[in-house]
């Protein structure tokens, strides 16, 4: 597989993840960690089937068991913060803070073997974060003190996933299928905790249900298999960095749902992202 091949899988990941807001909103009131049992249990069961059916199970059983370990730490622990964000600060500064992690993926991709940081990169992955906070916070006047210890834990929301999505290219050998089981132990360390912490909620519409079946099949499925090709095959500072186009993407679904309303604000943001875009991939590929 080409490394502009393994790019393009990658960013299959960042349109899934624009359905993510939508699919959430349509599984209310189910709360956050009973989500993350029920969605990560379909993605891990729908991970298996797949790795069945193209023979890849059998590598799954010569990975490390700490890879293991480091694809589900991963999963949960960005899960875990990125919610408990959204609970202690207002969900628009929180999710920028979180939103973060393009940036620093594009930013610390450079520190591995065989990559290099050009200006390009960093000068895309800025306007990128300018149009992706035009789009989280809408216009919105700044940051409180009052949700400090919200804000923190989606500062490390988004440190923990580019961890996640940067060390991914350490563990190269491992089988895009062994996914599969870190979403199935982030499902299964999701449940006891879900019980301690949460009141047990569960939809009671046919819309409810199928934002849950569509999270676990794309934004907490699917998403994450493509996205572990692209971090260990593809360009990773190009997909960090378009990126970005999720939030815009994602607004973008919810005004055509009837959710959100249409604005210049999805103008401004829509070119300053898009030339981010551009300005990195102008980089990436004068490098190859």
Not at 33 to 61: K, P, R
């Amino acid at each position: 597989m080409s490394r502009t091949s393994a790019t393009a899988i990658g960013f299959v990941a960042v349109l899934l993840w624009a359905l993510l807001a939508l699919f959430t909103v349509g599984s209310a009131p189910t709360p956050p960690l009973l989500l993350n049992t029920l969605s990560f249990g379909i993605g891990g069961g729908v991970g298996l089937v797949w790795a069945w059916a193209t023979g890849s199970a059998a590598q799954m059983q010569a990975v490390p068991l700490r890879v293991y370990a480091f694809g589900a730490i991963g999963l949960l622990a960005y899960h875990l913060l990125y919610f408990s964000a959204l609970r202690l600060a207002p969900a628009a500064e929180a999710g920028l803070i979180a939103y973060l992690w393009p940036l620093l993926i594009v930013v610390f991709s450079g520190l591995l073997p065989s990559e290099r940081l050009r200006a390009g990169h960093i000068i895309g992955a800025l306007l990128g974060f300018a149009g992706a906070a035009i789009i989280i916070s809408g216009g919105g006047a700044g940051l409180s003190g009052e949700y400090l210890s919200g804000y923190l834990l989606a500062l490390l929301a988004a440190f923990t996933w580019t961890g996640y999505s940067v060390l991914s290219r350490m563990v190269g050998s491992a089988p895009t299928a062994s996914v599969a089981i870190f979403c199935l132990v982030t499902s299964a360390l999701s449940l006891p905790l879900h019980l301690i912490f949460e009141e047990t909620v569960l939809p009671s519409t046919v819309v409810g249900w199928a934002s849950i079946a569509g999270l676990g099949l794309g934004p907490v499925g699917f998403a994450f298999y493509v996205w572990d090709i692209g971090c260990k095959r593809g360009d990773i500072q190009l997909l960090g960095t378009s990126s970005y186009a999720a939030p815009l993407l994602s607004t973008l679904v919810l005004v055509l749902a009837g959710i959100a309303e249409p604005s210049t604000t999805l103008l401004w943001a829509a070119m300053l992202i898009t030339g981010g875009a551009l300005i990195a991939a102008r980089a990436s590929f004068a490098s190859e």
